[in-house]
């Protein structure tokens, strides 16, 4: 077999494939195949009173409650180096640091204005947040900027008894 005859189909499959990568304003940038999932993620800096929690999202006379899990939110510990050169060795650890989070996948959430209606529980099971709100979903951008958009998503904070949307 000639040499030639490997290298053609090889050199054509790697400029395809840099081709893929270079349309639009992100040229030269390749963009994965990663996506985003649509939904509302929920963040409670101090969830020590937040044992359960409930969403209703609504648009268009559609709503949808989708079933949401606390977790804890942590903060990263650094655990140091082994030197101070530059090939220094250097670690760090997460910690839980008293918040909980989650996140709430919303099919066919749009980028449009939506009204979300959070409810958060103690361990008795009672209401301490329940609030209404109007918030517009943004999309999001997982490869960055050049690559094309993913779902969209909207953020809320729960501090001081109050919701915000991020």
Request: glycine residues 12%; neutral net charge.
């Amino acid at each position: 077999m000639h040499p030639l005859s490997r290298a053609v189909p090889l050199a054509a499959a790697l400029l395809a494939l840099a081709a893929c990568g270079s349309e639009g304003d992100g040229a030269g940038r390749l963009c994965t195949l990663i996506g985003t999932d649509p939904g509302v993620s929920l963040v409670i800096p101090d969830g020590s009173r937040a044992a359960s929690a409930s969403l209703r999202v609504c648009w268009d006379g559609t709503c949808q409650e989708p079933r949401i899990e606390l977790g804890p939110t942590s903060k990263t510990v650094s655990t140091g180096c082994d030197g101070d050169g530059p090939d220094a060795v250097c670690g760090a650890s997460a910690s839980p640091d008293g918040g909980k989070r989650a996140f709430a996948r919303i099919e066919g959430l749009p980028k449009a204005p939506v009204r979300v209606t959070l409810k958060l529980r103690d361990a008795e099971g009672r209401t301490f947040v329940d609030e209404r709100l109007d918030v517009t979903p943004k999309a999001t951008f997982p490869n960055g900027r050049h690559c094309p958009e993913g779902a969209p998503q909207v953020g809320l904070t729960v501090a001081n008894g109050r919701v915000t949307a991020r």
